[in-house]
């Protein structure tokens, strides 16, 4: 029995399965226990259970607002919660800072990248971290470490290139080398495939896959259930700050999920029916081209069409010059070639005032910083493009009844959740903000609608929403131009597809012949034969 004894113990020794490729300690379990955090007026969690294990990716689902944020920050040690406890490998452990969570062997890669673009991806990496050359950095060390890591998990990077000459996709890459140079066992994933291309996405998951074949345990925040479906194995629904419930993947569906977190049936499919406005051209432009906001070329001869009753998407990976297609369209960036037409009139030089008069409407991307004034009443933003003229003003006085009926009806209207119309628009959540938009916007009847990004950060319940007021547009005879990052909008509702790569447009594909492949290639830059420029 002794030496029976002694060969368990050597057997256990040879096959230790507590540490990962990477040379750091597995996180075996990690469970989330009662978890309750409150703000001022707000519970955001209340006791919330949730867990995850080595060799698992496990997605967390819920519309804006049900709490998975504030519960990955409490995991992450940014939030201190009132109420329950977080155990590892089933010891329970304190988490207080993020400094906690690393040491913990927990990660995070955040939405928006945290790297210095001046910097060279081993500076990133070595950033904040002790150097045994005191004030000098490690950087040969720290080369040979973020090159091997790229060997153990297919997250190959050069060390010496900067970040701003890394393509989003690779830019990523390096925020996860950052967390496992750290020791993260353990990775939080908060939208991570929100600005990739379809192949970056395909990539990315077979590096997810590797992970967790290493052993390594993943938190994977999305909206897009599509990929919550492809990529993990168990999925956790919050709503309203508790938690509904926990399955396996495999025994759902993208409809089950949607239902689940809204808590009514959600129509996940949108089926465009053909109208009798596709006739005349409502806008053209002819060879436009702009700069950045750095002086740089951001538009290079575009050339684009969009006939009343048609949305043609614009896709393309952000920073490509979607923003500055949207402005220079409505008035607010110059173009330093070309000529924009609207049914036929030329507007290139034309004010947004001027702009706006012929009855083009704009939803900007930035909707707190260019579509509404934070510190103005509901009322107030309903109002924001016509103030000072009929039915809402006369001899320069506001007219307040006329303003509080005109607000009233479009909160009624676009179901705008809100205490009142004086409720001053900071205090709204992102959907209610993005609804009050589109209610000014598109109350006006408006010849051109442009529309850019209009559901970013939106949960499924209030992007259905927006959806349903776009293809009601659409069917009214409104000319839609519509910027989106997310592929599967694009592809859902746009009868043509066209897409920007580093300001030009590569093509355009009509809604039967446009697949995720194609468009991802030419969202890469890969210019196909035979495929329509104009």
């Not at 051209?281 to 702009?290: D, F, T």
Request: contains cysteine; charged residues 25%.
């Amino acid at each position: 029995m002794f030496f029976v004894a002694i060969l368990a113990s050597l057997n256990r020794i040879m096959n230790r399965t507590d540490t990962l490729p990477s040379g750091h300690t597995r996180i075996e379990t990690l469970e989330m226990r009662g978890i309750t955090k409150r703000f001022p007026g707000v519970v955001a969690n209340y006791k919330v259970d949730f867990d995850v294990h080595s060799g698992e990716v496990h997605a967390l689902l819920g519309e804006n607002g049900a709490g998975k944020s504030t519960l990955m920050k409490v995991l992450y040690g940014m939030y201190s919660a009132e109420e329950g406890e977080i155990r590892l490998n089933g010891e329970r452990v304190y988490i207080n800072s993020p400094t906690d969570a690393i040491e913990a062997g927990i990660g995070m890669i955040h939405q928006h990248f945290m790297l210095v673009e001046t910097l060279t991806v081993a500076e990133n990496v070595a950033l904040g971290l002790p150097s045994s050359r005191g004030f000098l950095t490690d950087i040969d060390k720290v080369s040979e470490r973020i090159i091997k890591l790229g060997e153990i998990y297919g997250l190959k990077v050069d060390p010496g290139a900067y970040i701003w000459q890394l393509s989003v996709g690779q830019q990523q890459r390096v925020e996860i080398i950052k967390a496992l140079y750290r020791g993260a066992a353990l990775l939080i994933l908060d939208e991570p495939t929100a600005v990739l291309t379809p192949q970056e996405v395909d990539e990315f998951f077979g590096i997810m896959r590797q992970m967790v074949a290493d052993g390594h345990a993943l938190i994977f925040i999305s909206h897009k259930l599509h990929e919550v479906i492809n990529i993990s194995q168990r999925v956790t629904v919050l709503r309203d700050g508790r938690k509904i419930g926990t399955r396996q993947t495999a025994d759902t569906t993208k409809s089950d999920l949607a239902n689940w977190m809204v808590g009514r049936e959600v129509s996940m499919t949108r089926k465009l029916v053909n109208t009798d406005h596709h006739t005349q051209q409502r806008l053209v432009l002819e060879n436009i081209s702009c700069d950045s906001d750095r002086g740089t070329s951001a538009l290079k001869n575009v050339n684009l069409s969009v006939r009343s009753g048609e949305i043609l998407g614009v896709a393309g990976v952000s920073g490509n010059g979607q923003r500055e297609l949207a402005e220079t369209i409505t008035g607010l960036r110059p173009s330093t070639q070309g000529h924009i037409y609207l049914e036929g009139e030329d507007i290139t030089h034309l004010s947004p005032g001027e702009i706006t008069e012929r009855m083009v409407s704009y939803i900007p991307e930035e909707r707190m910083r260019d579509g509404m004034i934070k510190n103005f009443t509901i009322a107030e933003n309903m109002i924001l493009r016509e103030h000072n003229k009929a039915p809402f003003a006369q001899n320069g006085f506001l007219k307040l009844k006329t303003i509080a009926a005109h607000s009233d009806k479009l909160i009624r209207d676009f179901n705008v959740k809100a205490p009142s119309r004086e409720t001053l628009a900071k205090n709204l959540s992102g959907g209610n903000i993005q609804k009050i938009v589109l209610a000014r916007e598109i109350s006006r009847k408006p010849r051109l609608l442009v529309a850019a990004q209009p559901t970013r950060g939106l949960d499924i319940g209030a992007t259905e929403y927006v959806h349903e007021q776009l293809l009601e547009q659409r069917r009214d005879g409104t000319a839609i131009l519509m910027i989106s990052e997310d592929l599967d909008e694009v592809i859902a509702l746009s009868d043509r597809i066209a897409v920007i790569f580093e300001g030009e447009i590569m093509g355009i594909l009509p809604h039967e012949e446009a697949t995720p492949e194609k468009l991802g290639l030419l969202m890469a830059g890969v210019k196909e034969e035979g495929v329509q420029t104009a």
